[in-house]
């Protein structure tokens, strides 16, 4: 690793840790259909599928809860609109414990267009007042449903007061995009290896999978680290997924095989801030 060529080597992360961590949940509601459905898609309601979908609210985020208190670990809830509106206790909930609400639209089966600059402003602004009205506290944080986002969701969403975005897959590390509204921070999505949907429930693998890859991930990155390019990471489980008892076992394992001392574990504002922070200081980017 001595002779690693990697950008960035002057990077660090809160008291010398080799590599950064994020858990990332995910609380969704659909309008017509969830990722799990038994009949193809159409423009009318699936109602097992959206009932699959309803899972997270009525378990699965409580038992996530319950898991990450075992760890003292605080994570970033990736949270529609409407999934606010229906669910707002569970929304509450996390945001008691000390868990980021993150925006992440109105509901997770209609994506932003080119075409609806105006649809998506006040879609952005719909979603972050119901966010903020069960949560009790405003978003800094959004993800688009699929990382889909527009080309002026960037611009959209500083202009609406947020500090960071997740709609890229391009880097290990944060960095700043600027808009005409200001500067956003990108947290790149380095998380499908390890996100239950495509790695569970997508492709029915084992548990196995996950596990497999989060520690080749983890191992590699903390070598990385080590060596002196300290880079980010991030596990991902929706609450009406990876929140029920199958998985959580694998979840666990995750969580224990990357909690050690040189590992700095946050929830994506903390680590976007930080980033920030460096960035403008001169100190990475």
């Given at each position: 690793m001595a002779g690693q060529r990697y950008p960035r080597r002057g990077w660090?992360?809160?008291?010398?840790?080799?590599?950064?961590i994020s858990v990332n949940l995910a609380l969704e509601a659909f309008e017509r259909q969830s990722q799990y459905a038994t009949r193809?898609?159409?423009?009318?309601p699936d109602p097992f599928s959206l009932s699959y979908a309803e899972y997270g609210a009525r378990s699965g985020a409580w038992r996530l809860m319950d898991l990450l208190d075992e760890f003292g670990l605080k994570s970033s809830c990736s949270t529609n609109g409407k999934a606010a509106q229906m669910y707002p206790e569970?929304?509450?909930a996390f945001a008691d414990a000390g868990h980021e609400i993150v925006g992440h639209a109105w509901v997770n089966d209609e994506l932003a267009t080119e075409e609806g600059a105006s649809?998506?402003?006040a879609m952005i602004a719909r979603c972050t007042d119901e966010l903020t009205k069960a949560a009790g506290v405003a978003p800094v944080g959004w993800t688009s449903p699929g990382s889909a986002g527009s080309s002026k969701?960037?611009?959209?969403?500083?202009?609406?007061g947020y500090l960071w975005n997740g709609d890229v897959g391009n880097d290990d590390l944060p960095w700043v995009q600027d808009t005409p509204a200001g500067s956003i921070v990108m947290m790149p999505r380095t998380n499908l290896p390890h996100n239950d949907l495509p790695m569970w429930?997508?492709?029915?693998?084992?548990?196995?999978?996950?596990?497999e890859n989060w520690k080749d991930t983890v191992t590699e990155l903390l070598a990385e680290g080590a060596a002196g390019s300290p880079k980010w990471t991030e596990i991902t489980i929706h609450c009406h997924i990876g929140g029920r008892p199958t998985l959580i076992p694998t979840i666990r394992?995750?969580?224990?095989?990357?909690?050690?001392d040189d590992v700095w574990f946050g929830r994506k504002r903390d680590i976007a801030a930080w980033s920030l922070e460096r960035i403008r200081g001169g100190s990475g980017g």
């Amino acid at each position: 690793m001595a002779g690693q060529r990697y950008p960035r080597r002057g990077w660090e992360w809160p008291n010398g840790a080799k590599l950064a961590i994020s858990v990332n949940l995910a609380l969704e509601a659909f309008e017509r259909q969830s990722q799990y459905a038994t009949r193809p898609p159409s423009k009318d309601p699936d109602p097992f599928s959206l009932s699959y979908a309803e899972y997270g609210a009525r378990s699965g985020a409580w038992r996530l809860m319950d898991l990450l208190d075992e760890f003292g670990l605080k994570s970033s809830c990736s949270t529609n609109g409407k999934a606010a509106q229906m669910y707002p206790e569970v929304v509450r909930a996390f945001a008691d414990a000390g868990h980021e609400i993150v925006g992440h639209a109105w509901v997770n089966d209609e994506l932003a267009t080119e075409e609806g600059a105006s649809a998506e402003q006040a879609m952005i602004a719909r979603c972050t007042d119901e966010l903020t009205k069960a949560a009790g506290v405003a978003p800094v944080g959004w993800t688009s449903p699929g990382s889909a986002g527009s080309s002026k969701t960037m611009e959209y969403l500083r202009a609406a007061g947020y500090l960071w975005n997740g709609d890229v897959g391009n880097d290990d590390l944060p960095w700043v995009q600027d808009t005409p509204a200001g500067s956003i921070v990108m947290m790149p999505r380095t998380n499908l290896p390890h996100n239950d949907l495509p790695m569970w429930l997508r492709h029915s693998n084992p548990g196995s999978v996950i596990m497999e890859n989060w520690k080749d991930t983890v191992t590699e990155l903390l070598a990385e680290g080590a060596a002196g390019s300290p880079k980010w990471t991030e596990i991902t489980i929706h609450c009406h997924i990876g929140g029920r008892p199958t998985l959580i076992p694998t979840i666990r394992r995750c969580l224990e095989f990357a909690r050690r001392d040189d590992v700095w574990f946050g929830r994506k504002r903390d680590i976007a801030a930080w980033s920030l922070e460096r960035i403008r200081g001169g100190s990475g980017g």
